[in-house]
DNA sequence: TTTATATATCTAGAAAATTAGATATGAATG
DNA sequence: CATTCATATCTAATTTTCTAGATATATAAA
């Protein structure tokens, strides 16, 4: 939650469909996104943003679901949710 | 707001009666808590403290006002809803 | 069952953040 | 006006974070 690029990563899986082109294998978005589809947009190396979904993932931000080749990232509203309030509780 | 201290700082600061123990020269805690009461509470050094509250002043979360041979450092209320309300919005 | 593709993991260098000691400044006090 | 006290600033060492290249793994495709 103290990197830029992870919390601008969070963003975007807001709106899958106007963040991202259509998959080749699905036609929605409810799994998420494919870590390709996330490294084209940051423009950051492919293991720079794998190591960051996987950070996101440890902190239960976000969900990974593999599809074959793919791995598709979504995010964890409950745990979102419950972050910024929270926050607004203490902070 | 990326860091620890900084963010336990601004919860201490919320409540300054509960959580520091009143000034030598002022009976209240309108213009917030001198350096000295926030340095004892985290253990950290004089220069880091001083540091710490000054990034958190260019940050605008905090306001100090220097009364005598003290800086109070308070809260800036308008700026950390801002901040919390933005971020509800957008993540 | 070799090859290609997508992602993950390992390793290490670069960059940024943390932190404290030394020193400076500004205000009160003798 | 010399001294003391509270805070600020400077400098540098240590730690953490960021980041990419190399390599591994898992799946699909040829």
Redesign the pocket.
């Known amino acids: 939650m ?5 919390v601008q990563i969070l963003k975007w899986l807001k709106d899958p469909e106007g963040n991202f082109p259509p998959h ?2 699905i036609d929605h978005f409810d799994d998420g ?7 084209d947009k ?14 996101m ?1 440890n902190a239960n931000l976000v969900i ?1 679901t ?8 979504r995010r964890n509203e409950e745990v979102i949710r419950d972050y910024l309030e929270t926050l607004k509780k203490e902070l």
Do not use: E, M
């Open positions: 103290s990197n830029k690029t992870r080749q294998d996104v494919c870590v390709g589809f996330i490294q940051t423009g950051l190396s492919q293991s720079t943003i794998s190591t960051y979904l996987n950070a993932q990974p593999r599809h074959g080749k793919w791995t598709y990232y």
